[in-house]
């Protein structure tokens, strides 16, 4: 069974640009969800899409955006970009029902802003 | 504020003895913990998971103990070995709601000596 996947797996930017991040989740999964991993603040929650819907969402600034597609896969949009905004971010799925699931993660997306 | 905590950030383990991990949270809505193992350059992989009803989940070599009243948690690995030497991440999530957002910890990189 073919894991999460992420594209591209290294990315590199300048400020004030913007940048489009892909997942295509487990065959079957409905939930996508998105994380950003830095040295000083761990891992946090982006949000959550299911059904196309946007289900939950993090602390995040209105720059950092998403949606899903009907076939569930995901994109991550940042725009005007920001030094602080290199990390590597992550994607995760999800079953999305009820029950206690986990999520499995992709390899991420390692972003790099000059 | 962290909700959930490992404070200890390294743990070095001898082959084939016992490696301890230790998660502690302060949000009582948390009923649903996980633990992830992670390599560099790779995204965080699932271990094993214990739902708030139970005290104990074993899978293999791997054991969650879950104290509610103490609000923490560990995660055992008997034996330990040497490909197991990687980060380790508690992560927590409360049922509440639809949507399933996961509060991870700062990670354990553990080293398992030969």
């Known amino acids: 069974k073919a894991g999460v996947t992420q594209t591209p797996r290294y990315l590199i930017k300048t400020r004030g640009q913007q940048v489009t991040l892909s997942c295509s989740p487990i065959?079957?999964?409905?939930?996508v969800s998105w994380y950003q991993q830095t040295p000083g603040q761990g891992l946090q929650f982006l949000f959550e899409?299911?059904?196309?819907?946007?289900?939950n969402k993090g602390n995040f600034p209105g720059r950092f955006s998403g949606r899903q597609f009907s076939n569930s896969r995901s994109e991550m949009n940042v725009s005007t970009l920001e030094l602080g905004d290199s990390a590597l971010y992550l994607c995760?799925?999800?079953?999305?029902?009820?029950?206690?699931?986990?999520?499995?993660f992709g390899d991420g997306t390692r972003l790099s802003i000059l | 504020d962290q909700q959930v905590k490992q404070n200890s950030p390294s743990l070095s383990v001898q082959e084939g003895r016992i490696s301890i991990l230790n998660c502690d949270y302060t949000?009582?809505?948390?009923?649903?913990f996980l633990w992830y193992k992670k390599y560099p350059a790779e995204g965080p992989t699932f271990l094993i998971s214990?739902?708030?009803?139970?005290d104990k989940n074993e899978d293999g070599r791997f054991t969650v103990f879950l104290n509610k009243s103490a609000k923490h948690l560990s995660l055992h690995i008997v034996p330990s070995q040497p490909g197991d030497s990687a980060v380790y991440f508690c992560?927590?999530?409360?049922?509440?709601?639809?949507?399933?957002?996961?509060?991870f910890g700062s990670g354990t990189q553990l080293t398992v000596l030969p």
């Open positions: 995760a799925s999800s079953s999305g029902d009820y029950s206690n699931q986990p999520q499995h």
């Open positions: 065959s079957g999964h409905r939930s």
């Open positions: 899409y299911f059904s196309e819907t946007q289900r």
């Open positions: 949000n009582s809505m948390f009923d649903y």
């Open positions: 214990i739902s708030s009803i139970k």
């Open positions: 992560a927590a999530s409360a049922s509440s709601g639809s949507a399933r957002q996961l509060t």
